[in-house]
């Protein structure tokens, strides 16, 4: 288990081998996070987003990093997403170039689906 810091300063432990996804927080999730971590449950921490992956990259050799709106890293479990898929057309002038699904949702990308598919099929085989 890794551990971070919950926004109101308690410890969120995290098992680095059940990560799907970590992200940036947005709006409206909580003031004092900084990051969102989807593990089976949803943890929101104070450490940096690219600081969480470091550490969870150390264990999770399938994690890899796609570029979502705003050009904002997302670094997600290669081996549980699924995809890529073609863009959502109404998505398409927001600068997306292909999509993902993970935890029932659709992530959008800014990579095409071949770098996408490219950059998932080598994680997946690490």
Known sequence: MLRFTAPDGSAAEID???V???RRTLQG???AANC???WGIMNLVTEAPNDVAAKV???L???VVVTGGGNTPIWVNAKRVAGPYPPIPSMAPYGYRSSITL???RQHLVETQADVRRLL???RNR
């Open 36 to 38: 969102r971590i989807d």
């Open 57 to 59: 990259g150390e264990t």
């Open 16 to 18: 680095p081998l059940a």
């Open 103 to 105: 935890l029932g949702y």
């Open 29 to 31: 999730e909580h003031a």
């Open 20 to 22: 799907i996804r970590i």
């Open 121 to 123: 099929e080598t994680a």
């Open 61 to 63: 050799t399938s994690l």
